[in-house]
């Protein structure tokens, strides 16, 4: 079956006229299958063997998805577009992540990036589900497009401790500029208007807005920028989620590329204290220096990531874990090896080996498509360790294939 015959049918699945949606002037059915066997575990926890957990095998799924795409020729240069693609998890059949825990990328119809808008020679405005921030293009795509994982950080979705603007956002429009000369950008505004209104005093008032600048030429540039003001509680304060993301890629020469990838996060007027690191009010922010490179050898490509996230600052005195205080020893560094046999353009076998040292007070995880096994504690960032584990190094093994159509 021709992709033209399977969109129809997806399209009748779905309810929409089959004639209607075959008058698009351009549609595609496409998706990934990416799964494997791995082994992961977290252990060295500052507060010993109470904190750590054991090694496990896996089989698991990382960001496969189903999506049906197109757009129409409305004449005068003007076209309607569309987009709707859904995560799938191959492992289990539910929208759980490996920990067995709800992964809000899977289990519905447009869990992933999914919109509709309207485009022409001036750009796109889109209405959906979008990412914003956190998506690298070709900076680097070892987590999106290559392996399992990335280390745990390279997005900015989160850095341990501090976390990040956003990722993955719901209710989201944008402007996306038509390229010239290689130069690009995206403008994205969330209002989160679909938030309860639980209370008289309690505003449902957060916003989450993202610009990217992108170049793609004889380097290969991206600058990211985003804040998430948190839903002002009733003591009036509001939480502001800050981060900046600034990479640059040199493709010194077919399909070989090293970047440089600088993040900033920043916390400011915490509403809610992380035992261990921080009180209610406090600003904190921390920033990490990453490198990634690849390079294809024939049928082989060649996969390597080094980071570092700094010790975070603007603490408070608090409680201690294990006898580490506020921000003190809150930094971690990963690695992430791999190498891809590629067997044609569109199907590869893969290893890699990630690994991620945390100081006594880190939290830093693996935690992207819910790839992590445990279930992070509220307020210690986007699918971090636990507060109890801090210190506790992660370490994932896998072997995996992965097929895009």
């Avoid at 505003?203 to 793609?216: H, L």
């Avoid at 890629?249 to 920043?266: D, E, H, N, T």
């Avoid at 570092?308 to 990963?334: E, P």
Wanted: glycine share 16%; with cysteine; proline share 2%.
């Amino acid at each position: 079956m021709n992709k033209k015959l399977m969109a129809i049918a997806v399209a009748g699945a779905l309810g929409a006229p089959a004639a209607a949606f075959a008058q698009a002037s351009n549609y595609q059915i496409y998706g990934r299958g990416n799964a494997g066997l791995d082994n992961w575990q977290a252990k060295g926890s500052a507060a010993g063997a109470a904190g750590d957990f054991k090694s496990r095998w896996r089989v698991y799924d990382s960001g496969s998805r189903l999506g049906v795409r197109g757009s129409e020729d409305l004449g005068g240069g003007m076209k309607a577009l569309f987009v709707i693609e859904s995560g799938v998890n191959l492992d289990n059949g539910s929208g759980n992540g490996q920990s067995n825990t709800a992964n809000p990328s899977t289990g519905t119809l447009a869990s992933r990036d999914s919109y509709v808008g309207l485009g022409g020679n001036w750009g796109d405005v889109r209405f959906g589900r979008q990412s914003i921030y956190w998506v690298e293009g070709v900076i680097s795509q070892q987590g999106a497009n290559y392996v399992n994982q990335e280390i745990g950080w390279l997005n900015g979705a989160n850095l341990g401790r501090v976390a990040g603007p956003s990722a993955r956002t719901s209710n989201v429009v944008s402007y996306n500029s038509p390229t010239l000369g290689g130069f690009n950008a995206s403008v994205s505004y969330a209002p989160n208007s679909e938030a309860q209104q639980a209370s008289a005093t309690l505003n449902t008032d957060a916003k989450i807005r993202g610009v990217t600048f992108r170049y793609n030429g004889v380097v290969n540039a991206q600058l990211d920028l985003g804040e998430n003001e948190v839903a002002t509680p009733p003591a009036g304060t509001r939480q502001k989620v800050k981060g900046t993301k600034v990479g640059i890629g040199f493709p010194y020469m077919p399909g070989a590329q090293i970047s440089l990838v600088y993040i900033k996060g920043k916390n400011e007027n915490v509403t809610v204290g992380q035992a261990g690191f921080t009180n209610a009010g406090d600003t904190v922010d921390t920033s990490s220096v990453n490198l990634v490179w690849e390079h294809i050898f024939g049928n082989f490509q060649a996969l390597a990531e080094y980071g570092r996230v700094a010790d975070a600052k603007g603490c408070t005195a608090n409680a201690t874990v294990s006898g580490v205080n506020g921000c003190t020893d809150s930094g971690s560094r990963g690695l992430l090896v791999g190498g891809r046999w590629l067997l044609s353009k569109r199907t590869a076998l893969y290893a890699s080996y990630i690994k991620i040292d945390n100081k006594a007070n880190g939290v830093g995880d693996v935690s992207g498509g819910g790839i992590s096994s445990v279930i992070s504690a509220a307020g210690i960032g986007n699918g971090s360790l636990p507060n109890g584990s801090a210190g506790a190094d992660v370490r994932i093994t896998a072997l995996g294939i992965i097929h895009n159509f």
